[in-house]
């Protein structure tokens, strides 16, 4: 059973497009973290959300956590090729326990 | 701030050998450090937490007479893969969480190994 569920798996769209990426679980997290990874390179960290209803913006990205801390999104608005990537969330239940990941969402943007 | 190195960046080896990869926190202490794999085009799987001083936390089902840990400083931990097969060829990171940020972790970029 997977703890963090996101979706979708894969994401293909063109430029300009706005796309939204899901991450879903049953249990509460202490803190959700957004990372985002190249072929070939570890993950970057994008964002790190804390409070329930949280909303944070980095330029065209906008990230979500849910009230109740179960859940979080990762909107794209007017996707770029740039944007292409491998992105995942990750969670800790406890603070000072390890990371736990979703499966991912590949997103290709063509021009 | 916040920088994880790991080397070596890729290494081939063959069956039976060992192979060491060193991760590093340039610009701080790391507590704690995680050991992930990765397959082609998925996620990230922990494979232990190690953390300064004291033996690693393995997660179920991987060996830990196979992938051996070594945390002896705050800034360095060793995975050394024993007895390597080709089924161990992965992508292997490292990620270090320092000692004032309890859930933030930051990553290295990634070791690439191929066994023959």
């Known amino acids: 059973t997977q703890l963090l569920e996101q979706s979708p798996q894969f994401l293909s769209i063109q430029e300009g497009e706005n796309l939204t990426v899901y991450c879903n679980s049953s249990?509460?997290?202490?803190?959700l973290q957004w990372y985002r990874q190249e072929p070939g390179e570890g993950p970057v960290l994008l964002v790190t959300?804390?409070?329930?209803?949280e909303v944070k913006k980095l330029k065209r990205l906008t990230f979500q956590f849910g009230d109740a801390r179960k859940d979080s999104s990762l909107h794209i608005t007017a996707a770029q090729p740039g944007d292409t990537g491998l992105y995942l969330c990750a969670g800790v239940r406890q603070a000072g326990t390890a990371l736990i990941f979703g499966k991912g969402t590949t997103l290709s943007v063509s021009s | 701030g916040a920088v994880v190195s790991q080397h070596p960046s890729r290494v081939i080896c063959k069956s039976g050998t060992s192979v060491k990869i060193e991760c590093r926190s340039l610009d701080f202490q790391a507590t704690t450090m995680f050991w992930y794999r990765q397959f082609p085009k998925q996620s990230l799987m922990l494979m232990a937490t190690s953390n300064e001083g004291s033996k690693a936390t393995y997660e179920q089902g991987v060996e830990k007479d196979k992938f051996l840990i070594n945390h002896a400083s705050l800034t360095l931990s060793t995975l050394t893969v024993t007895s390597a097969h080709p089924e161990d060829s992965s992508f292997y990171i490292c990620?270090?969480?320092?000692?004032?940020?309890?859930?933030?972790?930051?990553f290295g970029p990634g070791t690439r190994l191929t066994v023959l």
């Open positions: 959300v804390v409070t329930g209803g």
């Open positions: 990620s270090a969480r320092g000692v004032t940020s309890t859930d933030t972790q930051y």
């Open positions: 249990s509460v997290f202490s803190s």
